[in-house]
């Protein structure tokens, strides 16, 4: 009984409908209810960012359409080989890629940012159709790049992330040196027998099972002051995979905050997915579609969710360019964290192969 009885008898219908309105009494009343704020966010950001050794540049980048997106360099000092941008997953943000940012920026910039509608980025409304959505994120790259003045990158993408990525690398190639996909979300068709389906996650079922039609990550913010113990009652791993940085919560933190703000890129997602393992445009069908001469490399955990067969399905769809597939032994949905020095040594051998 208790709390998570209560949800299950509608607590997310109501979620559902609150965060459908976002005028009147409702919208004064939620932040109040939830103790978050981007000032939070911000605090704790920092929290985490003054664990870097090299030397960062952390600010907003403004977009001609007023939006800003929320950027941290590292090493912008080191401008004689190819950037390395990092496209964090769905509900991370630039805080999550701290195990990884020294070793990758030890011989080349690094640029690491909050997708609009995550993190510290501006949270505008998306078109509610997945095509519309899809290419909000991927023109919001573009422009990022565009003002931030990087001629081309090697590009990185986690989950969600290297959904985006690979759809950015279809309309802009030329911009793109070498994709790397980590553990990447939405590239298979969904299979019709349900026996083809790997189980998620015992966190995302403890979740789904009384979600219903509401956004993923509802939960956290109708649950109000009880929202921060959610994250570390759903997710006590994350402070595992940090605890050589942190031995308190701040991870866990920062988690929470990140998405206890409004809901943008979330509702985005939402859009983009048949439910949360599938993409409603997968991008199995479309990744023929990248220039040939883009080389892909694939960085999958061996205990992850996600179908560690994509790489093998997107090696056969394109038999004439460079397509490497691995697995990281000891690592699952989160490869970054999970083994972050094994994960760090393959990103800079990619990173060297380029320049």
Same mark, same amino acid.
């Given at each position: 009984?208790? !709390?998570?009885?209560?949800?299950?008898?509608?607590?997310?219908?109501?979620?559902?409908? @609150?965060?459908?309105?976002?005028?009147?009494?409702?919208?004064?009343?939620?932040?109040?209810?939830?103790?978050?704020?981007?000032?939070?966010?911000?605090?704790?950001?920092?929290?985490?960012?003054?664990?870097?050794?090299?030397?960062?540049?952390?600010?907003?980048?403004? %977009?001609?359409?007023?939006?800003?997106? !929320?950027?941290?360099?590292?090493?912008?000092?080191?401008?004689?080989?190819?950037?390395?941008?990092? &496209?964090?997953?769905?509900?991370?943000?630039?805080?999550?890629?701290?195990?990884?940012?020294?070793?990758?920026?030890?011989?080349?910039?690094?640029?690491?940012?909050? %997708?609009?509608?995550?993190?510290?980025?501006?949270?505008?409304?998306?078109?509610?159709?997945?095509?519309?959505?899809?290419?909000?994120?991927?023109?919001?790259?573009?422009?990022?790049?565009?003002?931030?003045?990087?001629?081309?990158?090697?590009?990185?993408?986690?989950?969600?992330?290297?959904?985006?990525?690979?759809?950015?690398?279809?309309?802009?190639?030329?911009?793109?040196?070498?994709?790397?996909?980590?553990?990447?979300?939405?590239?298979?068709?969904?299979?019709?027998?349900?026996?083809?389906?790997?189980?998620?996650?015992?966190?995302?079922?403890?979740?789904?099972?009384?979600?219903?039609?509401?956004?993923?990550?509802?939960?956290?913010?109708?649950?109000?002051? !009880?929202?921060?113990?959610? &994250?570390?009652?759903?997710?006590?791993?994350?402070?595992?995979?940090?605890?050589?940085?942190?031995?308190?919560?701040?991870?866990?933190?920062?988690?929470?905050?990140?998405?206890?703000?409004?809901?943008?890129?979330?509702?985005?997602?939402?859009?983009?997915?048949?439910?949360?393992?599938?993409?409603?445009?997968?991008? @199995?069908?479309?990744?023929?579609?990248?220039?040939?001469?883009?080389?892909?490399?694939?960085?999958?955990?061996?205990?992850?969710?996600?179908?560690?067969?994509?790489?093998?399905?997107?090696?056969?769809?394109?038999?004439?360019?460079?397509?490497?597939?691995?697995?990281?032994?000891?690592?699952?949905?989160?490869?970054?964290?999970?083994?972050?020095?094994?994960?760090?040594?393959?990103?800079?051998?990619?990173?060297?192969? &380029?320049?």
């Amino acid at each position: 009984m208790g !709390w998570l009885a209560l949800t299950r008898q509608g607590l997310f219908t109501m979620a559902d409908d @609150l965060e459908q309105q976002p005028q009147g009494w409702l919208s004064s009343w939620l932040p109040a209810w939830r103790p978050t704020s981007m000032s939070q966010l911000k605090n704790v950001e920092a929290r985490i960012l003054q664990c870097l050794q090299n030397k960062f540049l952390a600010r907003y980048v403004s %977009l001609p359409n007023q939006n800003k997106i !929320w950027t941290v360099t590292v090493s912008p000092e080191q401008k004689d080989r190819t950037p390395l941008v990092m &496209v964090h997953g769905f509900g991370g943000g630039v805080g999550l890629w701290i195990l990884n940012m020294d070793s990758l920026s030890a011989r080349r910039t690094l640029h690491t940012f909050d %997708l609009l509608g995550f993190g510290r980025s501006s949270r505008p409304a998306f078109p509610r159709d997945p095509e519309g959505a899809e290419d909000e994120f991927v023109t919001s790259i573009e422009t990022w790049r565009e003002t931030m003045g990087i001629p081309s990158m090697i590009l990185l993408g986690h989950s969600l992330g290297g959904f985006l990525a690979t759809s950015y690398s279809i309309k802009y190639p030329e911009r793109v040196k070498h994709l790397i996909l980590v553990d990447p979300w939405g590239f298979p068709l969904r299979p019709t027998d349900p026996s083809e389906i790997r189980a998620p996650p015992t966190w995302f079922k403890a979740v789904a099972s009384v979600l219903g039609r509401s956004n993923p990550l509802a939960v956290l913010r109708v649950a109000g002051p !009880w929202g921060p113990g959610l &994250v570390q009652r759903f997710r006590p791993d994350f402070k595992r995979k940090f605890a050589d940085f942190f031995e308190d919560d701040t991870i866990s933190e920062y988690i929470y905050h990140c998405n206890a703000q409004n809901p943008s890129g979330e509702t985005a997602f939402k859009a983009m997915m048949e439910s949360f393992g599938w993409a409603r445009r997968p991008m @199995l069908e479309r990744i023929h579609l990248i220039r040939r001469d883009v080389p892909i490399t694939m960085i999958y955990g061996a205990n992850t969710w996600i179908d560690t067969s994509t790489g093998k399905k997107v090696k056969m769809q394109r038999p004439d360019s460079y397509v490497r597939d691995m697995e990281i032994e000891g690592a699952s949905h989160h490869v970054y964290a999970d083994q972050p020095h094994i994960f760090n040594a393959v990103v800079e051998e990619i990173c060297d192969s &380029v320049d």
